[in-house]
């Protein structure tokens, strides 16, 4: 899952007890083949999860490999492989410190014309301090297999453009949400209120990015489709807690629209930029 400002070692992290295991499901209309190499092979991971990765298969029962994992410069990391079973099973193991270790584990299942996706994150401590981290992990990798969907159904095989800010911010989920879909920002009237397959549009300066809502767990998580842009993807991602915390944009793009990146990109950044300037 996308690393965070609270996934550092925590004192009270146990050892032995946790909480039960993260578990999401999602059906991909696609063969087994296809799921299996879209979540394996690096290249095809950084088109709908992160936006770099290499996976290293080990030589034998003893040694599953290695995974290594981008979201930009301080979100980076290695973990080994628990797991690399072909078309069935691919799982990692994180060391979270404190000797707290998590597993993340997909598992593929044929289903009538297509296959299932099934994603056990498990090792979450049972204490209160782990349930704001608990809750990211849960509306993140609801996003992340809802655009690993989007992107084997249709865009399989296409590279992506990934635009994207990292912006520090401070004050309550709710104070930075308002500011963000407000008039001043994303200008989303009622985000808060707004179901699955609503219309939307996000402004950003002078682009207009319409198109229908995808997932809303306000405050925390907001994920759109933007057609018009390469039918691609918007993620809204309000992560971390204390003083100064980060919120993040994550906008896919495929296809021709891969060319406007800049132009989104640069919008993207002045809109953050205003909103919550770096002195405030």
């Known amino acids: 899952m996308t690393p965070d400002d609270t996934t550092q070692a925590r004192p009270d992290a146990p050892t032995t007890d946790t909480r039960p295991p993260l578990e999401k499901a999602i059906r991909v209309d696609a063969p087994i083949e296809t799921v299996w190499k ?4 690096g290249k095809e991971m950084a088109r709908w999860f992160t936006l770099d990765a290499r996976i ?3 030589t034998g029962t003893e040694d599953a490999g290695r995974i290594w994992l981008s979201f930009g410069p301080g979100m980076e990391g290695e973990a080994p492989l628990a797991a690399f079973d072909e078309h069935r099973r691919l799982g990692w193991v994180e060391d979270h410190g404190s ?9 593929l299942e044929p289903a009538e014309g297509g296959t299932v996706v099934r994603l056990v994150q498990s090792g979450f401590g049972p204490e209160a301090s782990w349930d704001d981290y608990y809750d990211g992990v849960d509306g993140g990798w609801t996003y992340f297999l809802m655009n690993l969907k989007h992107y084997v159904e249709h865009h399989w095989g296409a590279p992506r453009e990934n635009v994207w800010r990292r912006h520090e911010v401070s004050g309550t989920r709710e104070e930075v949400w308002d500011r963000l879909f407000g008039d001043a920002g994303l200008a989303v009237p009622d985000a808060d209120r707004l179901a699955a397959d609503a219309p939307v549009t996000l402004r950003l300066g002078g682009l207009d990015l319409a198109g229908a809502v995808l997932l809303n767990r306000a405050p925390r998580h907001f994920a759109t489709t933007i057609p018009d842009y390469g039918d ?3 993620f809204v991602e309000l992560e971390g807690s204390g003083p100064a915390w980060h919120l993040g944009i994550w906008i896919s793009l495929y296809g021709e629209a891969r060319i406007r990146a800049e132009a989104v990109g640069t919008a993207l950044g002045s809109t953050l930029a205003a909103l919550f300037p770096a002195t405030e």
């Open 99 to 107: 000797g707290r270790r998590m597993t993340v584990d997909f598992h």
């Open 232 to 234: 691609g993807l918007a």
């Open 38 to 41: 879209a979540i394996s092979d």
């Open 56 to 58: 290293t298969p080990g």
